[in-house]
């Protein structure tokens, strides 16, 4: 099942944890919307794609006549999925009924918290109950599909808070959900003082890593008591309602990416535009091709994709005998269970699956 990733990487404003290559840019914004369709529009199509993924940034900001015209690009509509990602506020009836028109069957929501504390602290101006509004008013302008996104780890987040949250979740009752952990790396404001032992930005009130964990673990059971179960590390979902874009990431199907530092995979090469968009742009309008990079998929990277899902990775009779060392390291930790000729990841796995997953990617 093909897909297409759209990258659009503008906010409001940058959340004290992005890391991500995405800012704030209202000069550039029209420019390149300009160069993302000229991409789209030269793309020499082997396949029609089955998804579409808009990513950001905050591609609920681009204006409803933009977002038409991107989507109008990409042939094989209608397509099986085409997701949106949204920030909550402002989200009106009109505007979900555009998007509707456009394509769009399926809303990711920004949620991150419904801790007001919480959000102000990482620069949100939701509030819960704008969600709780804009969640009715996607649903009535007939987008069903809808995921809230949640991050464990976020400064002055509590058990109790954590506990709220979820709270919340079981009183929208999403189809699906995601769930995922503070990074702390240098590529945000807040990794960055943390890594510096500062306290800025809430810094010195982040969760510990135990903490962290124990969040997790409950929203796995929580969630999974609400009848949304976890098909892959971070993802959750009711039974039919996983999404059908990103499991191709994890299934290593192919998909083509555009716009700035957008990926994509034909099933053999990797390729990666030019991170910043105001360098996308410049190429635009230079005449020139935004891939900044090109290489071959490694064939032990199913392990370190197909492991996150639930379902384990199928095993040949040659990958039980060349990752034999791993895989039995794995077993006996407790990380790691075989389940007729699948391997997957425990739930001890699962949190340290970045080790386990390392494992594959340096046995020879």
């Not at 950001?56 to 209608?78: E, F, K, N, Q």
Request: glycine share 8%; proline share 5%.
């Amino acid at each position: 099942m093909p897909g297409v990733y759209l990258s659009y990487p503008f906010c409001a404003q940058k959340c004290t944890y992005c890391n991500f290559a995405c800012g704030v840019a209202p000069a550039l914004e029209r420019d390149y919307v300009d160069a993302l369709i000229a991409e789209i529009s030269s793309h020499p199509w082997a396949w029609t794609p089955e998804t579409v993924y808009l990513g950001g940034g905050t591609p609920s900001r681009l204006d409803t006549a933009a977002l038409a015209r991107i989507l109008a690009a990409v042939p094989g509509a209608p397509w099986r999925e085409a997701t949106m990602e949204a920030a909550p506020g402002g989200i009106t009836r009109e505007l979900a009924e555009a998007w509707r028109r456009a394509g769009i069957t399926r809303v990711s929501l920004g949620v991150q918290s419904f801790i007001e504390r919480e959000l102000r602290q990482t620069g949100r101006k939701h509030t819960a109950a704008d969600v709780e509004r804009e969640v009715g008013v996607l649903r009535a302008a007939g987008i069903g599909e809808i995921n809230i996104d949640l991050i464990a780890g976020l400064p002055h987040q509590t058990a109790e808070s954590w506990t709220e949250s979820l709270a919340w979740v079981r009183r929208l009752a999403p189809a699906h959900v995601s769930v995922y952990l503070l990074e702390v790396d240098e590529d945000s404001r807040l990794g960055l003082e943390i890594i510096g032992q500062g306290t800025r930005l809430g810094a010195a009130a982040v969760p510990d890593e135990e903490a962290m964990a124990s969040f997790y673990e409950q929203a796995v059971d929580e969630l999974a008591s609400q009848g949304i179960a976890r098909y892959e590390i971070s993802n959750f979902a009711q039974p039919g309602h996983e999404s059908l874009h990103n499991l191709k990431y994890w299934q290593r199907e192919p998909y083509a990416g555009f716009g700035s530092d957008a990926h994509g995979f034909d099933g053999v090469w990797r390729t990666q535009n030019v991170e910043l968009p105001a360098d996308y742009v410049a190429r635009w309008r230079e005449g020139r091709f935004p891939l900044a990079e090109r290489t071959e998929a490694r064939a032990d990277e199913r392990f370190l994709v197909g492991l996150r899902l639930d379902a384990g990775v199928a095993m040949s009779a040659v990958d039980w005998r060349t990752h034999a060392a791993a895989i039995e390291r794995g077993l006996a930790a407790g990380a790691l269970e075989r389940a007729g000729e699948r391997l997957r990841l425990t739930r001890r796995g699962v949190l340290v699956s970045n080790e386990i997953l390392q494992e594959f990617l340096t046995t020879p």
